[in-house]
């Protein structure tokens, strides 16, 4: 059987794409491989992708095609452009079933085409986001890797979902020798983001190196807002000597060698695949309770889970990790972990359970209809066509919310509604609402540092909102964005009801 991967972005590296093309690797031992590699507008193919394609030594080829991570950002036209050259492919390749990542429109319209199984690898959202998604167009078929997750898609969509774990990258565990340390070297990995919280880590860290010999290596893309910050705070509370930033680093072998703990400090995650990395090099865990990681991992037992996602959380379970090292209790931690590690990541575990759900796929193939897409595609080519007629400045992703806007349409009808951001994007928000919801007034807009009126509509602060369940509440800034909603949040409105995301 020829099996296709489709991996998710055409440049860098994440979580979600890394472990389907481990996955690809893995199954190469038992099936005809072949992985697919998005492609830039320039036909370049992502560099890292590549590399890893060749080290794994399967078969991979570029191709244009989109992908989006959640139902708000699915550019379903430009997806949809990519059908004809995954059609072909399939074909000319004699691909016998798809497995993809995050939601790939396009693969799933020429699974049910050309009757292809296709399965889906996905990760976390949150429960009101399900309502951005009413048309059937996602797989039948997902893949997840914390049962929590799984079952929360399972359950939203009607889909049939299986929880199967990260596979390790090494086919035997690697051990180190546990015992007092002149220094613990802490790793973090991932990119340097709001959800993966390395300024509060960082924040915990400090905490601990007065009285302690500590080491944070934090491997991970830092070129951005957050990244800039977590460097600003050491370098304003002198912590250089003790806080290391590697940026993006392809090859992580040596950092796993040379750590002795692993810190997740994440707020929002599926199952990180960095703690399976992790415990291949015999690494100690500490982490958050952050969804999948409390289903397999246990204070004190195998790992060490901090009570919140706080500094002083963080802090309190990297002093009790340090402890163990002193008293050398250590040692049993790692025996647990070792036995985590044979039972839920070991290649031959997750080969053996991925093999187990594609031959169940293939045996209960069930296909959807493709007429749902002809009504959504009717619906977004309307919507793109009115949204034409908005003077955008350069802008051009606000044709990609085509399938967003049809759904707001079900949505926002009559009442108020108030833009967050007297900017430039609240000017096109608010030239959105003109063109697509006419018949909602927009009473104010709601800015911290602006005041007066803006496109003859007043400003007005986020403490003179009036906070009520018919109005709209629409952010229309992307930095920051989670601050105004926990903020509105906060006053009893619910994001996708009355909190909304614009333009």
Known sequence: MRIAYFLDVPDGLGGAGNL???QAGLMSELYDVIVVIPTDDNGNSNQEYEKRCCELNVAHIGMKFYTSYNFFKIDYSEAMESVPFIEEFAKKENIAFFHSVQLNVAVEYVSRKLRIPHLMNIYQLQKNEFNLCPADIYAQYHMCDSKMYSELWQGQLN?????IRPVAIRDEMKSKAICQLKQIKILMMGNVCKRKNQLTAIRAIEQCVLSHKLALHI???????????????????GLKEYIHFHGFVSDIVPLLEECDCLLCASTEESFPSSMVEALTYD????????????????EKYNSFICGDFTVEGIRDSVLECIQYYKNGKIADIHKNAKRTWEECFSRKTVRRQIDQYYKEILRNKHFKS??????????TEQMESQLRGIDVEGETWIYHRGMYYAYLRKKLYGGQAYIWGAGKRGRLALSVFEKLFPDVSIAAFIDTNREGIYCKVPIIKPEE?????????????????????????DRGLELYEQIWCMP
């Open 20 to 22: 389907l093309l481990q």
């Open 219 to 237: 491997a991970g893309n830092i070129s951005n807002c957050y990244g800039e910050r977590c460097i600003s705070y050491v370098e304003e509370h």
């Open 465 to 489: 909102v009036p906070i009520a369940n018919g109005n709209y509440y629409c952010i229309s800034f992307a930095e920051n964005r989670e601050a105004a909603i926990y903020y509105l949040e």
């Open 159 to 163: 889909i049939k979902s299986r929880c």
């Open 370 to 379: 493709l007429d749902v897409f002809r009504v959504i595609g009717n619906e």
């Open 283 to 298: 690494m100690t865990i500490i982490s958050t309770p952050v969804a999948g990681v409390p289903e397999l991992f246990v």
